[in-house]
Antibody, heavy 119, light 110 residues
Framework: QVQLQESGPGLVKPSETLSLTCDVS?????????WGWIRQPPGKGLEWIGR???????YYNPSLKSQITISVDTSQNQFSLKLSSVTAADTAVYYC????????????WGQGTLVTVSS | QSALTQPPSASGSPGQSVTISCTGT?????????VSWYQQLPGKAPKLLIF???KRPSGVPDRFSGSKSGNTASLTVSGLQAEDEADYYC??????????FGGGTKLTVL
């Protein structure tokens, strides 16, 4: 069974960089698929942030592209998100998920982690 | 890219059918058969219900079905059950390796 688990600080100061990691178990990232990040502000809908292929190819939401870096570490079977220059608007539950790149749906999701941006 | 348009709320009585719409444009829903639907129970992560417009993953009851016409995709929940009360989100491929979500629909079972 594929499982994903997000980890990282729950509180980040404005203008700093938000850093999250997604640990994957039950499936080797190097075998394929794409691995993505989605966020959900409190009480609001889902927003796609970006994704990475095991080869390292990345695809980002154009509205967030200047802030985002997604990387993969196949030796640790994990992938990571960095979101720079955060503001209160970046407060959200952040989910990692597995994405089938050819048909663009998310079949496995992490439980999500709340990140609050506040001084 | 703008979010796909979903009604904020929908409701139905147990045993009834409810359909939730998801309206996009000719650049996303209208151009690709890569529409997926997700169910989000309170405090939980989204769960895949439908992919490629109308396909169900293993384990999803056949009470859930999907369809598409033009720029609008739809999710139908037949034989409503109390456990179906949740938020539902659509998602579509929009080209250039970009996907977009709908704003979400809160389904209430009366």
């Amino acid at each position: 069974q594929v499982q994903l688990q997000e980890s990282g600080p729950g509180l980040v100061k404005p203008s700093e960089t938000l850093s999250l990691t997604c640990d994957v178990s039950g499936y080797s990232i190097s075998r394929g698929y794409h691995w993505g990040w989605i966020r959900q502000p409190p009480g609001k809908g889902l927003e796609w942030i970006g994704r990475i292929h095991h080869s390292g190819s990345t695809y980002y939401n154009p509205s967030l592209k200047s802030q985002i870096t997604i990387s993969v570490d196949t030796s640790q079977n994990q992938f990571s998100l960095k979101l720079s220059s955060v503001t209160a608007a970046d407060t959200a539950v952040y989910y990692c998920a597995r994405l089938l790149g050819s048909t663009h749906f998310f079949d496995y999701w992490g439980q999500g982690t709340l990140v609050t941006v506040s001084s | 890219q703008s979010a796909l348009t979903q009604p904020p709320s929908a409701s139905g009585s147990p045993g009834q059918s409810v359909t939730i719409s998801c309206t996009g444009t000719s650049s996303d829903v209208g151009s690709y058969n890569y529409v997926s639907w997700y169910q989000q129970l309170p405090g939980k992560a989204p769960k895949l219900l439908i992919f490629e417009v109308s396909k169900r993953p293993s384990g999803v009851p056949d009470r859930f079905s999907g369809s598409k016409s033009g720029n609008t995709a739809s999710l139908t929940v037949s034989g409503l059950q109390a456990e179906d009360e949740a938020d539902y989100y659509c998602n579509s491929y929009a080209g250039n390796n970009f996907v977009v979500f709908g704003g979400g629909t809160k389904l209430t079972v009366l």
